[in-house]
Structure formats: structure tokens, C-alpha cells
């Protein structure tokens, strides 16, 4: 039976909700975006509908199915939120049927386009059917050939599958035998193509070796499939994620886990996937700040490195933790056609920042192929398998959020070794360093292809990688040393090396406390006729002093330990440090701590020494800064804060929030 | 009976006419296998993606696969996988080519019907597959280079076995059984070459040069055999060439062959030689005398496709062999066989 539009609405939000919605009432889309952190939790939701439908009660003119009410401001806004926010007195989260219906009405408007979510949407509502047929004839059409590929069309097999035009679900049947798409190298790979298999083996279990594309019965990738996720599980859980806290790629292990909890057959392994996606959420939401994700990250684009609200992981941090549709990309899609909702805990350690605390946590770097002492010069462990250690800090304020790893290359290519992330809504968010590196060893360490070639090659496939320029990546002349809101950086690179600088990004956001005619600002040393090393760009070096800046509340003191010069590049100020052996300390505090009148007259008279083994400043003896200069120690736990704990090894995450407690258990 | 022995008592003519059709049938019945079973050479070509910006390590194997080719590289057809990186093959040389192995990013692939269906024969634990050779004495017993370590099967793939133990570095790139002694087994690694000789412990083999041990990162490994029993093996990178001479217990390092020069850059995957359209003993064993005149070096590069010329002429004379049907690519190993069509 073909369903209108608006009956497929309904159905679809009868289904999500556990009540059929009352066909007089038109929920209000804009409202649901509007109402930000005022969501509705489960147990409220039912009684919410209830409630509307004996009412009667009607929130918003009627409009036509499928349109987005975004233009519609005025009076009804007000009254729905108004209504709401007294309804909903307690701090409510979760993933609303109506937030879902919100979600698959957005992505469902996007304009058909190569991507099975929207495809998806549409379907799975009813909306532009036609269209996205015709999408899905090409999608299926020829073999695109990668695990991107696969979990989109599992999404899509199973998310319509109520739907979805038997001619379509044989299509994808004989795609599943005839295309031959490719498994690709990194953990979110995997992920995808196993997750994938297991679903669509799981849909057809009973097919001979010959009506799959790899030559395998239902049954051989089935259990292959479920052997390989359940051990990535247990390595992660164990020993600590390859791909951590990625704000690019953990949109891609978070689409799949969605999936595979909610259409897994198996409870048991159901049940696996579930905690491992509160596990990806969980993580993401401690280094949670107002949409940023914050500390050191082992895979950030370029874009995100400098705006960290632009990551594509913000859309599932807006919608989980947030109930909202303020920044959707179209994969949320497919979680908002299932029926897994965040649990409360995890959306109030995403928001709670009433105190600062401090996370330490454990990772593991990409395995390494070749160079295994080289991605550090400070340290060349590792583990059995090849894998760098990471030993990641985080120390969390309702203002920003200082965080870093120890340094070294751990990832290739996109790594950010530390960042400090504001809770602020202008763009630029952060601050955050590196030493530009760029190197065969680099790739030769992470890629097996041949590494002086990969070097040649790569700027057709990571066209900033070379760039002097570049936001992103690690070096193995990277020291990285944190104490709260303290954070040293050394830098000490062999002259072999194609770039010699040391790069900081501070935001066009951040305000100097030092006008330029201060004495501060004007000093130079003797050198002061060195250039800067770019053809053509002739600047001269400052001296070593303090740059004091503010953004909203925060106040930040960066100190470069060699000359400086600073320009202005995209959303702020490059400072440049051309010296070997240098790097810089950076301090942050908040207005509510000291005035910046008191702040810019306190640390315009420090100057830093490096005594035993410690940065100290001078002349208050240390009392402003004083930071030990110490190798990470390798500690018990995987994680370690008020929020989280899990010993390494143990298998067992405890999220904790006042008082109460949730165990993520993955032993068998 | 007498009917029959009547027609042979016939007179000279009619016996022959009686016989000449079955004499012919005879000889053509003899002949023709003859003539049917001349060896050709069938280069294979295992490209990795295809050379634009977009299809480089990592995520993308655009335009990867296995490539064949039976006119020496004037035209390509593709075997097998898309979107699948061939880093390269081997063939059960009793089979003529029907029983093909591929070395791929998802592992090892088998097709046993001349390349026209595959089935995957490893699983999660091995990626990133770069060689793969066949014990051709005892086609079951496999061993596969991979980028994390590498591996065996006595059982034709049902089973695998990781062979980490004396080696340093997981990371290789070549691996080759000597076709003289099967148990032993030459692996192209990190820092030069190792060896299994019966145990499954590899022993590093000493490169010489000038006196002095030095490690080397070599890009192809080759069981040459051809020249005597003691000279075994064939190994360069891009500025050396090394070779044993006393079956590949140690190998000494030279300067490469002047005439490979020109097409060792960092894009070069391959350089092999063949002679004569015939035979190609730096691909393969060769059991004849090194024939010299007239031969060909044929290469393969990463971002070039695959280019030939004659000795005899300028490396400028050099002729691209993708034609219409391999367009470019990034070969990462050519390989040829003598096959009966």
C-alpha cells in the first residue's frame, strides 16, 4: 500500500514514540531546534503526547507535510517554548521522536544527491520518492567500490526495509554479489566494511559462497565479521582506540555502531554494539564543550583544526547531547531511524561544567608499518603490535578547555598534538600549535607504499600535507607537557628537516591585552634585522616577551621562547617561531579569577626559567607558573576523571555523575 | 573378414587411397598439439589505483586490479576485482595459467578458472598483502609478504601461519621460493633480505658491498636461477642492484645497470627485462643460456603506466604499452609466465 506522505509521518513518529501522534497536531519543527538544551527524555515523551492529545491542543498553524517552519517565528514559538519549559522543568535529555522527525524532515529536504542517507530519508518519510528512486538506480548502478559504499547501503537495506520496492531489495541483493568493494587500511575501514557484512549476511543467511562478491558464504562472513568487530571491541575497550577522539572520523564510527545496535539480530552482540556506541559517545562528550570538541585529536581535517564547531562528529554532538537539529550532516539520518537514544549520563557529562576537572586518558597510536623508533624523539616505545602509546590530558572548564597528548607522530597526516578550545560561539574557537613536518618517514611509518614516491605524490590526495603552512599534523620533535591550565611545547628538529619554525594559531576572536604601543609590544632584541624565511615576506622578529590576549572570558598568556613574528592568516594571527630549540608556554585563566587589568600587570613583569627539570616563572618564584618537564609516566588507566574510569586492561568503563553510576561491561 | 582382407589386397593406388586420408589424420593429429602447445609469453600487471590525484594510498583504489596481457603489453585485458589494490601475483605454472593468486589490500584472492571469478582465501587478520609466491613443487604451501609481517599456509589457504620469528620489523614487501629448493625462502623486509632455509626462522643474509654489511630497503626480489645452479637471486632499489652467486647465502651490492638508469625514479615499481618477445629471465627462471641480442627492458611505474624500449635505442624511444585498454595506472609489480594459449 502506497502511504501519503503525511501517513508515513505519522507512522514514522508513531513508531519512534511508542504513541500514535494526534492527527491534529502539527509539531513545530523550528521548536525543536528552538528549544536547545530543554529535550525531552523518554520517560517524559509519552506523557507529553498524552497530554497534547487529550488537550487537543494545537501548537503551531498547520503546514504542509515535509516543509521546514524555520521561517515561521513569533507568537507560536514563544508559546511552545514557553509551554515546554514549564512542562519540562528538569534537565531532560534525549533524542525525542520529535527531534528524529525533525532530523529526517531536514535531511529528506536536502536535494536528492549521491548519498544513501538522504536517499534514505526520503524513502523512509515518503517525501520525493521518485527521486530518490531514481538516486538509488544510480547508486546501485555501478560498483563505487569502498566500505563508504557498503555501510550506506546497509543503512539504507535496513532503515526502509518496510518500504523499500522489492525490485530495489533485489538490486542491492545483486550488488552484494557482483560489485567487489574495497576494505580499505584504518580502524573506521573496518568498521565499516565489517559492520556491513555482518548486516547484510545477517539479512540473507543462507547464501552459498557464489552470491557473495568475495567468494564466501553468508555464514563464513557472518561469523568472520563478528570475530573481527568483536575484537576491535576488546582492543579498544582494553587497550585504547587507534583513531581517538577524531572530530572527522568519528562520524564514521558512529554512523555504523547505530546501525549495527539497533538491526543486529544477536542480543548478546547487540547488546556489544550498544555499549560501544555509548562508549564513542561517552568519550566525545568529556572533551565536550558547547559543540567543540576539545583536546588532542589523532584525525581532524584542516578546516576543523582552526574552527572546531566545523568537525563533522559536531552534528552527532548537537543532536545526542543537545536534542538538536542545528547542525546535521546526512547521516544523523540513519541514528534518527533507529530507536537508540543517549543516555541521560552521557548528555549531562557533555554539558556539566559547573567544575573544571582533569581526564587523563590512554590511547594507541596507527599501527606502524616501518620507523618504529622514529616517531619520536623522545621516546621510541611501543607496544607488541607496533602501536605508539598516547597518553592524553584534558583539563576541562565551564570557559574552555585546555587539552593535549604527549607529542610524537602518532597519526599520519592529521593529527593535533594539543588544542585550547573556548566556549565561545564566535568562530575560531581555539588555539592550538605544531611544528610543521613533513616527511617520507612519515608516510613510510603508517602507509605501505613507497615512501620517497608517497611523498612525491600526496598533495593530489592531502593537498595542505606539504604546506609550510598547515594546521595540522604531528612531529617527532613535538614535547608536549601539561599541568592544568599550564602547557609547555619544545621543539628540537635536526637541520635535515624541510621546514625549521615552530607555528601557533591564535584567533582574530582573541583580543590583545597589549596595545602596540606598549613597551611590551615595541621591545626587540639585538636581531631584530633577521627575516622571515618566506620568499618575499619580509618581517622582523619580537623579541621574547608576553602575549596576553582575551576571548570573552578567558585570559591567555602565550610566551614563545625564541623571536617571533606573527601575520595574519585565515580566522586569526600565524606566530612564527623560526629558532631551533624553542617552543613556548602557554597560560590561560578566566575573569572570574583575575582581572585583566590585574593579569596584564602581573604577567607583563614574569620572565620563565628552566630549573631542575621545571619551567618557572620568575620573579614570584614560581607561583604563577611552575610546571614539571616529565616524560609520561604509563599508568593503570585507560581513563581517569570524575566523569569516567576504566583501568586499562579491565574491559569495564564506569561513567559516574553525581552519584550515579552506569558500567559499560564488555567482558565476556 | 575376407571382404576386409580383400580391399587391402588391392593394387598400389588403391591402398593409398584407402590409407593417405588416415596417414594425414595421423600426422595432423600429431602435429597439431605440437604446434598448439608453443609457449607464449602472458605478462600480468597488478596496479594498486589508477595515477590521478585522487586515487593515492589510503582510502582509494580507483582503477586497481589485475591487469593481463598475452601480445607483450600491446593490449590489457582485467582480470577479476575493481576497486581492489593488486600489489601482485603468482600462477600454479602446471596449471597454465588457470589457477591465479592475487596479493591484494584485503589479502590473498585465488581464481581457479584463468582469472574469471575470485574467492578471497585470507580474512581480517591479513591486509595489505604485497607478494604472494607458490611453491610450485607443492602448489598448497603458499607464502605471502604483507606491509605487517609474513605469512604461510601448507593447507592452500584454509589455514595461515604469521612467520614473525627473527624478524625485526613487521614491514615486507617480497617474497620468493627458490625454485630449486623449495624450503628455502627469500623475504625482501625493511632492512634488506632474510632467509627460511627448512626451519621457520628467518636468518638475515649479509649484502656486501665493498667489504662492508649494509642494510637495504630493496623494492623487488627475483629467483633468477638461470645462469648456474649458484646464482640465485636479483634484488635493487633505486640506486643498487644486488646479486648471490652462492644460492642466495649472501648478495652482493653494485651499482644498478647503467641501462636501467633512466626509469629508476621514486615512481619506478618494477623494471624487469625480457628478450626476444619470448622469455623473460629476469621475471622468471629460465633454464636456457642468457640470451643478449636485441632484448627489451620493460618497466612499470607508479605514475606513468607501463613503458618499454629496446636496448638498441635511446631511453627517449621509450613506448608507453597501456594502448585503450590500461589506461594509467600505478603498476606496482609486473609478471610473466610461459603459457600454452
Not at chain 1, 413 to 440: C, E, H
Not at chain 2, 257 to 286: E, K, R
Request: charged share 20%.
Amino acid at each position: 500500500m502506497k502511504l501519503s506522505s503525511q501517513s508515513r509521518r505519522d507512522e514514522v513518529l508513531a513508531a519512534q514514540g511508542g504513541a500514535k501522534r494526534n492527527p491534529g497536531l502539527t509539531l513545530h519543527s523550528d521548536f525543536i531546534a528552538l528549544k536547545g538544551r530543554f529535550t525531552v527524555h523518554r520517560p517524559y515523551r509519552a506523557m507529553i503526547v498524552l497530554c497534547i492529545r487529550n488537550l487537543g491542543f494545537r501548537f503551531a498553524p498547520p503546514q504542509a507535510a515535509g516543509t521546514s517552519c524555520l521561517r515561521h517565528l513569533g507568537i507560536w514559538r514563544v508559546f511552545d517554548t514557553i509551554f515546554f519549559v514549564l512542562l519540562l522543568s528538569s534537565n531532560l535529555f534525549a533524542q525525542s521522536p520529535a527531534t528524529k522527525l525533525a532530523v529526517l524532515d531536514s535531511i529528506a529536504a536536502i536535494p536528492v544527491r549521491r548519498d544513501f542517507a538522504i536517499v534514505a530519508a526520503k524513502i523512509h518519510l515518503g517525501t520525493d520518492t521518485a527521486a530518490a528512486y531514481r538516486e538509488l538506480d544510480t547508486l546501485l548502478s555501478r560498483a563505487y567500490g569502498d566500505m563508504f559504499w557498503m555501510y550506506g547501503c546497509a543503512g539504507l537495506y535496513y532503515v526502509t526495509q518496510d518500504v523499500l520496492r522489492p525490485n530495489y531489495k533485489a538490486r542491492i541483493r545483486y550488488c552484494w554479489k557482483h560489485f567487489t568493494p574495497y576494505r580499505g587500511d584504518t580502524e573506521n575501514h573496518f568498521l565499516m566494511y565489517y559492520g556491513s557484512l555482518l548486516l547484510m549476511s545477517q539479512a540473507w543467511p543462507d547464501l552459498p559462497d557464489t552470491d557473495w562478491f568475495m567468494g564466501k558464504s553468508s555464514k563464513e562472513i557472518y561469523s568472520e565479521s563478528k570475530e573481527y568487530l568483536d575484537h576491535w571491541i576488546d582492543e579498544t575497550v582494553r587497550y585504547g582506540q587507534e583513531e581517538w577522539d577524531s572530530p572527522r572520523y568519528g562520524y564514521y564510527y558512529i554512523t555504523p555502531l547505530a546501525l549495527l545496535a539497533e538491526y543486529t539480530k544477536d542480543p548478546h552482540l547487540r547488546h556489544r554494539f550498544e555499549m560501544m556506541l555509548e562508549y564513542e559517545l561517552v568519550g566525545y562528550a568529556a572533551d565536550y564543550l558547547a559543540g567543540s570538541y576539545c583536546g588532542a585529536h589523532s584525525r581532524v581535517g584542516d578546516d576543523a583544526a582552526i574552527d572546531p564547531r566545523k568537525a563533522e562528529i559536531t552534528a552527532y554532538g548537537k543532536y545526542f547531547f543537545e536534542d538538536s537539529v542545528s547542525h546535521l550532516l546526512p547521516d544523523v539520518a540513519f541514528a534518527a531511524m533507529t530507536s537508540f537514544e543517549c543516555p541521560k549520563i552521557i548528555c549531562q557529562i557533555a554539558s556539566d561544567r559547573s567544575e573544571p576537572y582533569e581526564q587523563y586518558s590512554i590511547k594507541r597510536g596507527r599501527q606502524m608499518l616501518r620507523y618504529m623508533d622514529k616517531w619520536s624523539t623522545a621516546d621510541s616505545t611501543h607496544d607488541s603490535t607496533f602501536h605508539a602509546p598516547v597518553y592524553k590530558y584534558d583539563y576541562m572548564t565551564k570557559d574552555y578547555c585546555l587539552g593535549s597528548m604527549q607529542g610524537g607522530i602518532v597519526q599520519p597526516i592529521q593529527q593535533q598534538s594539543w588544542s585550547l578550545v573556548f566556549n565561545s560561539d564566535k568562530p575560531n574557537n581555539i588555539i592550538t600549535g605544531l611544528n610543521p613536518y613533513v616527511s617520507a618517514t612519515e608516510l613510510g611509518m603508517f602507509f605501505p607504499e613507497y615512501p620517497s614516491f608517497m611523498l612525491e605524490r600526496i598533495t593530489g590526495t592531502k593537498a595542505s600535507y606539504t604546506s609550510e603552512d598547515k594546521w595540522v599534523g604531528g612531529s617527532p620533535y613535538e614535547r608536549i607537557y601539561q599541568d592544568k591550565n599550564i602547557l609547555v611545547a619544545l621543539y628540537d628538529w635536526p637541520d635535515s628537516e624541510e621546514y625549521h619554525e615552530v607555528d601557533l594559531f591564535v584567533p582574530a576572536a582573541a583580543t590583545s591585552l597589549i596595545d602596540s604601543t606598549h613597551p611590551l609590544h615595541g621591545h626587540r632584541g639585538n636581531d631584530n634585522n633577521y627575516y622571515f624565511p618566506r620568499p618575499g615576506v619580509l618581517r622582523d622578529y619580537e623579541a621574547l616577551h608576553w602575549l596576553l590576549y582575551k576571548l570573552d572570558s578567558v585570559l591567555i598568556g602565550v610566551y614563545p621562547l625564541s623571536r617571533f613574528a606573527s601575520y595574519a592568516t585565515a580566522g586569526g594571527t600565524r606566530l612564527r617561531m623560526p629558532d631551533n630549540n624553542s617552543g613556548y608556554v602557554l597560560y590561560c585563566t578566566t575573569v572570574q579569577d583575575i582581572s585583566s587589568k590585574t593579569f596584564v600587570k602581573k604577567f607583563k613583569s614574569l620572565r620563565l626559567v628552566k630549573s631542575g627539570g621545571r619551567i618557572l616563572s620568575q620573579p614570584d618564584n614560581g607561583e604563577a607558573i611552575n610546571i614539571r618537564l616529565r616524560k609520561p609516566s604509563e599508568s593503570a588507566w585507560l581513563f581517569h576523571s570524575p566523569y569516567l574510569e576504566s583501568k586499562k586492561g579491565s574491559g569495564v568503563l564506569t561513567l559516574r555523575y553525581k552519584g550515579e553510576t552506569r558500567v559499560l561491561d564488555f567482558r565476556k | 573378414m575376407k571382404k576386409l582382407l580383400g580391399l587391402i589386397k588391392c593394387d598400389r593406388w588403391d591402398y593409398w587411397d584407402l590409407f593417405l586420408p588416415l596417414v594425414l589424420s595421423l600426422l595432423f593429429c600429431l602435429i597439431f598439439p605440437l604446434a598448439s602447445s608453443a609457449q607464449h609469453l602472458r605478462i600480468f600487471a597488478c596496479a594498486i589505483a589508477n595515477d590521478s590525484a585522487g586515487a593515492f594510498m589510503g582510502g582509494s583504489s580507483n582503477g586497481s586490479g589485475l591487469y593481463q596481457s598475452d601480445d607483450t603489453g600491446k593490449t590489457w585485458k582485467h582480470l577479476g576485482w575493481d576497486n581492489i589494490k593488486c600489489y601482485s601475483m603468482d600462477m600454479v605454472q602446471s596449471s597454465n595459467g588457470r589457477i591465479l593468486y592475487e596479493a591484494t589490500g584485503l589479502g590473498i584472492l585465488r581464481s581457479t578458472d584463468y582469472g574469471e571469478h575470485w574467492k578471497q582465501l585470507t580474512d581480517w587478520r591479513i591486509s595489505e598483502a604485497m607478494d604472494v609466491a607458490v611453491n610450485q613443487k607443492n602448489p598448497k604451501e603458499i607464502y605471502i609478504a604483507t606491509a605487517h609481517g609474513p605469512w604461510r599456509t601448507e593447507d592452500g589457504g584454509k589455514t595461515w601461519e604469521l612467520l614473525m620469528k627473527g624478524l625485526p620489523n613487521p614491514y615486507c614487501s617480497g617474497i620468493v621460493i627458490d625454485s630449486i629448493v623449495p624450503n628455502h625462502v627469500i623475504l625482501n623486509a625493511r632492512n634488506g633480505l632474510l632467509s627460511l632455509r627448512g626451519n621457520l626462522v628467518w636468518n638475515k643474509i649479509p649484502i656486501l658491498q665493498n667489504g662492508s654489511k649494509k642494510p637495504y630497503q630493496l623494492r623487488g626480489i627475483k629467483c633468477i636461477r638461470q645462469a648456474s645452479p649458484e646464482s640465485w637471486g636479483y634484488a635493487y632499489n633505486d640506486t643498487y642492484a644486488v646479486s648471490s652467486d652462492d644460492s642466495g647465502r649472501s648478495f652482493l651490492c653494485d651499482s644498478i645497470n647503467p641501462i636501467w638508469q633512466p626509469f629508476l625514479t621514486n615512481s619506478t615499481a618494477f623494471v624487469g627485462v625480457y628478450y626476444d618477445y619470448v622469455t623473460d629471465p629476469y621475471f622468471n627462471d629460465y633454464n636456457g643460456p642468457p640470451r643478449e641480442q636485441g632484448h627489451i627492458v620493460i618497466f612499470s611505474t607508479l605514475d606513468n603506466g607501463i613503458q618499454r624500449f629496446k636496448r638498441a635505442e635511446e631511453p627517449e624511444a621509450k613506448v608507453r604499452l597501456d594502448g585503450h585498454s590500461l589506461p594509467h595506472r600505478q603498476i606496482w609489480t609486473l609478471k610473466s609466465f610461459l603459457v600454452t594459449p
